[in-house]
Structure formats: C-alpha cells, structure tokens
C-alpha cells in the first residue's frame, strides 16, 4: 500500500438560481476558481482531518475552510472509511460572500480530492455525482445554515443543473448551455460580511401558499425549458419572473435596481442576483455583448461602491483531478 496519496481539484464558481430557480438551478462559469488537494495516508488512530493550508487572493477574506473540511468528512463516513490522516491545502480564487458559489467551489473540490485519494490509496469504490454532491452540500449547510445543492452540484457536474430532491433522494439533471451564452457578472468589491447566505436566506417565508408555490413551480420550469432548448430570450425573461425570493433580497442588495437596468439596456436578455447575492448575473449573447453589459453594470455601481465587470463563459466539463 503507498504511505501517502495526493490529489488537487480545482473547482469553478457557480452562479445559483438565476433568478426563478431558487435552491433547484444553478450554472458553473469559468470566470473564478478554487483548489484543494487532498494528501490520504494511513494512521492507526482515530482518522485526523485538517488544513494544511489555506492561499490564493480569497484566503483571508474566506476565513477558513470549513466547508471543505465538512465535505471531506461526509465522503469518509459515506464511504465508511476510518484510520486514515486527510490534509487540505484549499486555494480560494473565488470570492467569498459574493454569491459566487465560492464556499460551494472548496466543498466541491474537496469531496472530488478526497474520494479520489481514497481510491488511490485504499480502492474505495469512486462515489456517483450525486453522492459527490450530497457530500458537498453537507459542506455546505454548515456555511448556509441549510443544506442546499445547487452550487456544489454546478461546481461538480458542469454547465447548467437541475437539482431535485424527492423522497429522501437528491436527482440531479445535467443541462448543457446554450451554444452562445455569454455571462456578464458585476461583482462588488465588498462582501456583505459573513453569515450573508444565512441572512438572506431568513428574510424569505417560512410558509407560502398552495398558489405561491404553484405560480413559482411553473417559473422555475420556465426557466428549465428556456435553457434546455438553448431559448436565450425565453431564458432572460423567465429568470426576472420571480416574485417570491428575488424582490425580497432585491431590496437588500445595494444598488440593484441601478444595474439590472443597466444590464437590459446594453442589451441583456435578463439579470438576476446571482445566488444570494450581492453579484449579478446577467445573460448575454457573444462575448461583445457580455462586455458591454457587464461595464455598464459597473457604471450604474458606481454609487454604491468600487466592483468588477466580469464576463465569463459557462464552464461545461464536469470537475475532475488536475
Ligand atoms: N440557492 C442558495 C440561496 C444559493 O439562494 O440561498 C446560495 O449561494
């Protein structure tokens, strides 16, 4: 048996929601990154998990790596496996509190590096997408306060996802993008602080009505068809059709009305919070339009403070070893 495995990952950022699909749909982008790698080795004692490091621009401001060393910790109990010493060394490229899946991305990572280390090592069965990613949503309940897997599921899967849970068992459905999809993302230069996602997912009802949740039932599927049958149009209009979560958080986040204009008037299809907030997505097509929306996104910022227009490309491949 070899003393020690090691494994890095790396991980892209996600953009939850878009809008009408709160919790159940989410698109990976190639915009920012993180990294762990996982080094596995045998220990006799009782299993030891840790972080070896923590780098990259993100470091500090993430404040640690919590919810990859939960995501490593579900994959061994799912696993069954103990006896085993598990080091991350996580590189945050994502930033944090941003609504860019960035805690999502480090869980992600981790549950890939680890499961494939212990496959390595010790010839533990590889887990399937979906308990990767029930793996990493564990991961991140803990920053969130609930578990929620839309982000992780992005983050591992590629592209955009569908995530369902029913019965007891989470399904998640791969959609691949529209060929010409173009993101604009204005990300604030400033996050909200911790405990954002926590926040602004206790200002949403805790109850809704029969009619409410059919209403947003049939957004959210509108949203699913628009971007499975690469209806860019469709999709920008379904993703602002919310009206249960988005205006809620809406009135929270600086500056939203401002850019969300902005956007449609540089010729977005829609724009919505990305995630919880506070970056923006919005969804353009070609690479051209993407910058124009996302400059003048930054412009209508301006009041509210420094951000960056970012515009990126959805990520497809799912995640694997580097
Ligand atoms: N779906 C989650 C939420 C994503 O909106 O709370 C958080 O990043």
């Known amino acids: 048996m070899a003393w020690e495995e090691c494994v890095r990952v790396r991980a892209p950022a996600s953009s939850a929601n878009l809008g009408s699909g709160f919790d159940a749909i989410a698109l990976a982008h190639d915009?920012?990154?993180?990294?762990?790698e996982a080094c596995v080795s045998p220990r006799t004692a009782s299993t030891l998990v840790y972080l070896e490091s923590l780098e990259g621009p993100y470091a500090i401001e993430s404040g640690g790596a919590t919810t990859a060393l939960e995501a490593a910790r579900a994959i061994l109990e799912r696993l069954g496996v103990g006896g085993v010493r598990v080091s991350l060394s996580v590189y945050k490229g994502v930033p944090p509190g941003r609504g860019l899946g960035s805690s999502g991305a480090s869980a992600a990572a981790a549950a890939v590096a680890v499961s494939e280390a212990l496959h390595r090592l010790l010839g533990t069965p590889l887990p399937g997408w979906e308990e990767?990613?029930?793996?990493?949503?564990?991961?991140?309940?803990?920053?969130?306060?609930?578990p929620h897997y839309d982000n992780?599921?992005?983050?591992?899967?590629?592209?955009?996802?569908?995530?369902?849970r029913?019965?007891?068992?989470?399904?998640?459905?791969?959609?691949?993008?529209?060929?010409g999809m173009h993101i604009a993302l204005l990300v604030p230069?400033?996050?909200?602080?911790?405990?954002?996602?926590r926040?602004?997912?206790?200002?949403?009802?805790?109850?809704?009505?029969?009619?409410?949740?059919?209403?947003y039932a049939s957004r959210a599927a509108l949203l699913a068809a628009a971007l499975a049958s690469g209806d860019l149009v469709a999709a920008g209009k379904a993703m602002m059709m919310d009206e249960l979560v988005e205006p809620r958080r809406a009135?929270?986040?600086?500056?939203?009305?401002?850019?969300?204009?902005?956007?449609?008037?540089?010729?977005?299809?829609?724009?919505?919070?990305?995630?919880?907030?506070?970056?923006?997505?919005?969804?353009?097509g070609g690479e051209a339009a993407a910058r124009r929306v996302a400059d003048a996104m930054r412009e209508a910022y301006t009041p509210c403070g420094d951000a960056v227009g970012v515009t990126a490309r959805p990520r497809e491949s799912p995640i694997k070893p580097l």
């Open 31 to 36: 915009s920012f990154y993180d990294e762990v």
């Open 132 to 146: 990767l990613v029930e793996a990493a949503g564990r991961g991140e309940a803990a920053a969130a306060g609930a």
């Open 152 to 164: 992780v599921a992005a983050s591992i899967l590629g592209g955009i996802v569908v995530v369902a």
């Open 166 to 179: 029913s019965h007891g068992r989470l399904t998640v459905y791969k959609i691949k993008p529209p060929s």
């Open 189 to 197: 230069g400033a996050a909200p602080g911790p405990g954002k996602t």
């Open 199 to 215: 926040a602004m997912r206790s200002i949403l009802p805790r109850s809704i009505t029969l009619g409410e949740a059919s209403a």
């Open 251 to 284: 009135r929270l986040t600086p500056c939203y009305e401002e850019a969300v204009a902005a956007a449609l008037n540089a010729g977005a299809y829609g724009a919505s919070l990305s995630g919880a907030g506070p970056s923006i997505i919005a969804l353009a």
